[in-house]
Every structure is written in C-alpha cells, then in structure tokens.
C-alpha cells in the first residue's frame, strides 16, 4: 500500500502518479463490474476487451502474465486480477477501487436476494423460484466440470491426481485444505523430475488482441523504466503486511474478545479468514469445503440452501465465491443473539465478504512486485497445474453431492471404517427436479443456450409449476 507509505507523493488526485486519469479508470471499472457475469472466464473475457482491445491500457502480455500470478494465490482470480491492474495503473488507490467496485454490485444485489430468502422463501411461489433455480444450478455446475477439465487434465499424471482428489474428497471426506497442498506437492516434485509431466492447457486460453503491445499506456510507462510503485520494497512490504493483517484479522481479533470463540460472527469472521488461504480453484472447488463445514459442521443451512445460494452468485455480478454473502447472512440470521435478525443477518454476509476479499488486496499488494520471479519458476507452474487437475476432481464431487441432494429427498451416508458412500433412497426420487435438471443439461450443453437464460427459465419454470400446484 504504497498510498499509506507517503500519501502525499501517491494520493488518487496525483495526476504524476497514474497511468491514466483517476475518474476515468473509475467508470471504466464501473463498467467492468456491471458486466462481470458468467464466472472467472467470463469476467476474465470481459477485462480483455474492455482493457486490452479496447482502452489499450495494458498489453496482451502483460495482462496473461497478471493473469498467471492470480491463478498461483487463493482467492478468486478475477477479482484479483482486476485489483492488480487497478495497481498497475493508478497505484494501490487504483487497485482498492477497482477491486471494490468488481465486488460491490454483487455484494448488493446478493444481499437484497438473501434478505427475500430470509424473509419469504418458505411461501408458495417464492419457493417455487428458488426450487427451479436449484435444480438448475446442477447444470450450471457440470459444465464447469468439462470446462475446467479441458484446460486442466492433459497427460495421464493430471487425470490421475483429478480422479484421486474425487476419490479422498466423495469417499473419504478429505478436507480440501490437505487435497490442495497435496497435488501441489505432487506437483512441484513432478516438475522438478519431469518439467512436460504436469504442463497445464493455457489458462484461459488465447486471448484474441493482435495489436503491438507497445501501443497499450502501461507498457509505454514501462519502457521509460520501472514506475517506483512497481520496485520491490522491503519497507514497503512490510507497512503492506502491517495495514493489511489489521484490517483483515483485525475485526476477528475484536469479535473474538468481545464476543467470543463461540459466538456466531466470530465464528463467521474466523471461517472465512481460514477459508480465504485455501480457496485455490475458483469458487467451485472451494464451494464443497464451504459446504462440508457450513452444513456439517456449524450447521448454519441445510443442503439445498447452498444450492441457492450458488444461484444467487450465479446470477448477480461478481465472483462466484461471493455465495459466502449468502451463507453469513443465514448464520447470523438464524443466530442473530441481541440484534434483530435481518440487521444480524446484514452484518453476518458483510463480515463474511470482508474476511473473504480483502486478503486478495493483500496478496497482490505484496507479491505484485516479485510476480516476475514468481512466473520463472518451472517447479512452481507444475505445483500449480497439479493443483488445478486436482480441482476438477473435487468441482466433480461437489456435483454429485449436490445432484443427490436436489433429485432425492432422502440419502443415506454408511460407513465401512474410514469409508463412506451416499445412497440415495430411490422412493423420494423428485421428478419436477428431474425434469428440470435435464432440460438444463440439454439447454447448456446442446443448444448452448447462456447461462443466465437457462438459470432464468428453469427459475420461472418452477414458478410456473408451484403456482399449478398452489392454484
């Protein structure tokens, strides 16, 4: 946070201090965050034409290789790409602007939706729409399956790892944390043995601008040199480690003495902390350890109600992993202690967003500076590519997971010693989710219809069929 180290040298107005002009670079952010539906891919796609084709703000080159270091730290890569960039252009002003306005639409739009949950989701009709939505989110899920599994799994090594991330996490119960930093360990000795045997697909593949780098505004600053904001600084990294662990851990430390380990916003406040250094994969993969510990182990929603919640992020812009908006406001909701539940519930998704994201500020504030040697290192991009194989198993359990929850009322989990399979009982089959389902499948994957038309007609749909039943 170079601003807090001399604000007077590097303040937002400091015209000498930013590539481009402070309020210009707000409302093109602005428009990038209006925009971001449709996942990391999408978000990703929609930063490279708006920044690389069409502001020409930063080069083709440039943007992979932010984009690369973002896909090495927890934490949602969009997001922290567009903070890296708002930190390349307008210094760290630049990168908390852009990085607040990627989530603040979202961080609205999922608190009005979790309020109406709240409040009306047990009537009639309202359910009906969270009914229709949860059965196509399994849709929405299984593409992201065959999405992330055609970058990721090139090469029998990656298979292997994403079939033995599957099998520790649906039959063992493996946390994801222990699954994450045993591929990348696989990984990094893999690499350092053989450097082809974990070679990734291309992140998010080839982007489609063709013109000179050298045109773009931020490479043209870099050819005069360096910008001083961009120079490895060990003081620097420090006050940026001083700022940051107080306003991260800072409201955990305070809830914890004031409140309590037990009480339900420090229990918020201490799970998404934890949750923000381990949630490598994007949201999917982290969402079946979400759901482990939010259903499981705290008890804060029943099965079904991650599955509308994962709707809600689906639907509304913004990173995916937003859904934790979701999950704290029905925690302190249904815990709200002296506070009235809706007011509990507010503070419940704020804190559980603000434990969430403002890691990711940290992280780029500190490494951006040493990205380059970050990316030169083979044995790390392997560490990285395993960890990525792994995911795929584990956004593959989390389909099943939820397609037995949503397509059976009832599913029995046995035990045989450290073993465990779900089965599911045949009579409570639910056939308008069923049905639902399929024509989601076969609206994604055949007629490649998007994602939010597919979410919305099966949303209606179940409007539809609650109001035949209702009526």
Known sequence: MADFVNPSKDSPTDAGANAVPFAEALRVWMRIAALSFGGPAGQIAVMHRIL????RWIGER??????????????PEAHQLSVYIGWLLNRTWGGIAAGTLFVLPGLIALGILSWIYAVYGDVGLVQGVFFGLKAAVLAVVLEAVQRVGRRALKGTAAYAIAAAAFIGIFFFAVPFPLIVAAAALVGYVGGRMDAKLFSAGGGHGKASGTRDDSEAVIDKLFAHGTPEHVRPSLARAIKIAEIGAVLWLGPLLILFVWLGPSN?????AAFNSKMAVVTFGGAYAVLAYMTQQAVENYGWLQPGEMLVGLGFAETTPGPLISVVEFV???AAFRAPGPLGPLVAGALGGFLAMWSTFVPSFLWIFLGAPYVEALLGNRALTSALSAVTAAVVGVILNLAVWFGLHVLFGQVHEIAFGPMRLFVPVLETVDYAALILS??????IFRLKIGMLWALASCSLAGLLMRAAITF
Do not use: Q
């Open 264 to 268: 339900v916003f420090t229990a918020i």
């Open 62 to 75: 440039r943007f992979l290789h932010a984009l690369n270091y973002c896909m090495l730290l927890p934490g």
């Open 438 to 443: 399929a024509a989601a499948m076969i609206a």
């Open 328 to 330: 704290g406001f029905m």
């Open 52 to 55: 690389v084709e069409e502001k």
